[in-house]
């Protein structure tokens, strides 16, 4: 079984354009301080949102229905939000709050859920206490995770977002992202 097969055209990719949009918008500093808030903030958003999308939106907050899970290594991995239509999957989101770790799992669950989506959306949400890790990316440092986000989102469209959880200083980046 390989990754699932996708096209930059259509209405999953017409989705994820959509979905790029709204993320680099959404106000993540104000939304929680841990991650399941910032997951139930964001997902409630999104939700108030669905007739921007072409695409059914499933999230794990509402209990009527179920994100489709990948199987693998024994176990099945299940995505914080997927976009389906007709029962079928095309766009998983994976929400992290960074504190310390989050970052290496977060990259090794969107290669799993591209088993079985078309698009894999990470978004990582630096913590107050990463706070200057945010600020040597945001300055250009960290060269080799940009190099490796960079070609998880050309490559095998997987796209990272990076935010803060935090106010930002003035002429900073509210929203370091890799997509194509």
């Not at 979905?19 to 997951?39: A, M, S, W």
């Not at 693998?72 to 998983?92: Q, S, T």
């Not at 959306?121 to 960290?142: A, H, M, P, Q, T």
């Not at 190099?147 to 803060?164: C, G, K, Q, S």
Request: proline residues 3%.
């Amino acid at each position: 079984m390989g990754f699932k097969t996708s096209k930059s055209r259509g209405f999953w990719w017409e989705d994820a354009q959509e979905l790029d949009r709204f993320i680099q918008n959404f106000p993540f500093h104000t939304t929680g301080k841990n991650e399941r808030n910032f997951e139930t903030g964001f997902a409630t958003a999104l939700m108030a949102s669905k007739s921007s999308f072409n695409s059914k939106i499933i999230t794990q907050i509402d209990k009527s229905t179920k994100v489709k899970g990948v199987y693998c290594f024994g176990k099945k991995h299940r995505p914080d939000l997927g976009f389906e239509k007709d029962d079928v999957p095309g766009i998983a989101v994976e929400v992290k709050f960074v504190t310390y770790a989050g970052l290496k799992e977060a990259i090794g669950q969107g290669y799993l859920y591209r088993l079985e989506y078309k698009f894999v959306y990470l978004i990582l949400i630096i913590s107050e206490k990463r706070k200057r890790f945010y600020e040597v990316i945001d300055k250009g440092g960290e060269s080799n995770l940009v190099d490796i986000l960079e070609h998880l989102a050309v490559n095998m469209n997987i796209f990272t977002y990076v935010v803060p959880a935090f106010n930002i200083k003035p002429g900073m980046r509210k929203c370091i992202n890799f997509f194509r």
